[in-house]
């Protein structure tokens, strides 16, 4: 239910002064160039920049985070489109037809696409939010562990189905994936696969991995291409075919919409929403399609699926973060620094006794995605000059990107030689068709996965029978089934009542 | 024996032998993961997946074993790829003495100069300016010390 009095305390906090919104256009241009660049984190940029906010109060603060926030997320898709390369792992389904359209030369229209799609997930995640924060929040509350360990194996089983080659090798892969991720120190407190190493005691590290499986197991790939865009004549860079990419979003309302609502609910979940949330609506796009075989060559409806649903995740896990003061991953961690900077905590009770600073923060970032819109037209055209330079330049300066960005997540060597391992790793999985997308979530959310079966191990006391009372497992794990079985089964029963 | 089908035959045994080293490596781990701990905590989720993939890679075995393709899939060539697989691993390989200013500079001019480039002014200039580029920019954003040959930080 909207509060009217806090929504007009709400206008006051945000337009009685310019003061908010002048950190608001640096805050997006930092986010998207840390979304940009392959290596550099959403996260990463709203630590390095958490100091800044000591200087300026709760609602200019929270505007400069979630600026980065917004800026960062679009951002990562621009890597995605251009290079194969998701600059965040909420962008990895962006990738799957945003990539291919780039080297048909259609990198303008991808791009342009993106854009739209970001900005309209990011008005409309908000705008759900903003109706519906309450009922999330207690959606939210239902969630255990036993829930997440379902999403974890749902989404793994679902992007593994999704394999241009074999399902069965796309599920190997993701399952792959899931037992690295387990390696090093466990939830049980015993050490495995590490060989010894003690890089490995926390893990592989993850996104050092995926940089490594996506972008320079690609990068090995194309050497011996001239060009990103084989066509000379379609290696233009028009920032009016941008625009009319951007126009081009808004033709796919449904697909926005599904896209909104799954980025929504399914990034409220912590930890694994955006990751899983992309794929979801990328996946619910393309079994809802006519041609879903032309998914994956670079159809645009793919890439409208996974920027509606990654940018609207971005406001669920804000509403984890305001309604129950969880923060759902690294970005909205920072966000929960930030509050304790100034002295704020997060939770039932802030929505209740300061709502007025809820609905700000939800009506600035309205104001962002206008914003967003204003920088991305303007500095797209620049980025999309990538397509111009030749391979034998992008792929050591990408590969030297990636070197460096994965020192900065680790601290120590263990980052660039871990993208080495997983850039051979990849271009094997590559070669004989195992799925990189499914092995790189289940690196992401393989310790998750784990952790989540041993607290609902540990809750059940052990009794399988407690899967049976929870009622959102059991429809999470039926989707899962029929993700995997539900063509067969329809086909099957086609085939018997045309019979 | 035709190039065709001894390319498809060589491909299938390539095959076969990734999934072979997938299970081996997997089994490995699996027994790595009982040597440490036969705790249920321990096991709860790596045993249950180290079943279900060695099924699939059996099922999958099974299923290139019959395969009857009539062409071999097309795959790129790997004297193309193993040079800068080989030069990738030597730069990360030795960040540690060279650090990453001299390091990076290297790689990418070997690079360039391994996939044709003989202008010495482009070669020795890119590579030059985007590897110190590069670890300025970097030195200057992370908030911690980074191996350097020549420039100064605190490693």
């Known amino acids: 239910m909207i509060d009217w009095t806090s929504l007009f305390a709400a206008f006051d906090l945000l337009f009685s002064s310019i003061d908010p919104w002048l950190v608001v256009v640096p805050g997006i241009l930092i986010g998207l160039l840390f979304g940009a660049i392959p290596g550099l984190q959403i996260s990463m940029a709203m630590a390095i920049f958490l100091p800044m906010t000591l200087y300026m109060d709760f609602m200019q603060a929270m505007l400069f985070l979630t600026a980065i926030f917004t800026g960062g997320t679009f951002g990562g898709s621009i890597p995605a489109v251009l290079m194969n390369i998701p600059g965040t792992s909420s962008a990895i389904a962006t990738a799957f037809d945003g990539y291919p359209m780039s080297k048909k030369g259609q990198h303008n229209t991808a791009l342009g696409i993106a854009l739209g799609a970001s900005c309209i997930g990011v008005l409309a995640g908000y705008g759900i939010l903003f109706l519906l924060i309450g009922p999330i929040s207690t959606m939210v509350l239902k969630i255990g562990p036993a829930e997440m360990a379902a999403v974890i194996l749902w989404g793994i089983t679902l992007i593994g189905s999704l394999s241009s080659g074999s399902v069965l090798k796309g599920i190997i892969s993701g399952l792959i994936g899931l037992l690295i991720g387990t390696i090093g120190f466990s939830e049980a407190g015993v050490l495995r696969g590490t060989m010894g190493s003690v890089y490995l005691i926390d893990g592989v590290p993850a996104i050092p991995a995926m940089i490594g499986m996506f972008a320079a197991s690609e990068l090995f790939r194309l050497v011996k291409t001239k060009y990103l865009v084989e066509d000379s004549a379609a290696r233009k860079v028009s920032a009016r075919a941008i625009f009319d990419g951007f126009l081009k979003a808004f033709s796919y309302p449904w697909i926005l919409a599904r896209g909104s609502l799954i980025g929504v609910f399914v990034g409220a979940v912590p930890g694994v929403g955006s990751s899983v949330a992309n794929l979801l609506s990328y996946i619910a796009t393309k079994n809802r399609d006519p041609d879903p075989d032309s998914f994956g060559k670079g159809n645009p409806a793919g890439v409208v699926a996974s920027e509606a649903a990654n940018s609207t995740s971005e406001a669920g896990s804000m509403a984890t973060l305001l309604a129950l003061g969880i923060p759902g991953g690294g970005a909205t961690a920072v966000m929960l620094a930030a509050f304790a900077m100034h002295n704020i905590t997060g939770g039932p009770q802030f929505i209740r006794e300061q709502t007025d600073v809820v609905y700000a923060i939800i009506f600035a970032n309205f104001g962002q995605a206008f914003l967003l819109i204003a920088l991305g037209l303007m500095f797209i055209p620049i980025l999309a000059n990538v397509v111009k330079v030749p391979m034998t330049y992008l792929v050591p300066t990408v590969l030297a990107m990636a070197v460096f960005g994965a020192f900065g997540l680790t601290g120590d060597l263990s980052g660039p030689v871990t993208v080495l391992v997983f850039s051979v790793v990849g271009w094997l999985f590559k070669r004989f068709d195992y799925s990189v997308p499914a092995a790189v979530i289940g690196i992401l959310l393989g310790g998750m996965a784990e952790d989540s079966i041993i607290y609902s191990y540990q809750i059940s006391g052990g009794q399988w029978s407690y899967v049976l009372e929870r009622p959102i497992t059991l429809v999470i794990l039926m989707l899962l089934l029929l993700s995997l079985f539900g063509s067969k089964l329809l086909g099957l029963l086609t085939r018997r009542a045309s019979s | ?155």
Not at chain 2, 42 to 69: A, T, W
């Open chain 2, 1 to 155: 024996m035709s190039s065709t089908a001894e390319k498809k035959n060589k491909y299938r045994v390539a095959d076969l032998a990734v999934l072979l080293v997938l299970a081996s490596l997997v089994v490995l781990y699996g027994i790595d993961a009982y040597r440490a701990s036969s705790d249920v905590l321990n096991l709860i989720l790596v045993l249950p997946i180290i079943v279900m993939v060695l099924v699939l890679c059996l099922v999958q075995f099974v299923i290139e074993l019959r395969d009857d393709r009539a062409e071999a899939p097309p795959r790129e060539s790997v004297a193309d790829v193993a040079p800068v697989i080989g030069l990738f691993a030597v730069y990360v390989l030795t960040l540690q003495w060279l650090g990453f200013d001299i390091g990076t500079m290297l790689f990418v001019a070997a690079f360039l100069w391994l996939q044709g480039e003989r202008r010495w002014h482009w070669l020795i200039g890119y590579s030059i300016s985007l590897s110190f580029g590069l670890a300025l920019f970097f030195s200057t954003m992370l908030p911690y010390p980074m191996p350097m040959l020549i420039l100064q930080t605190a490693y």
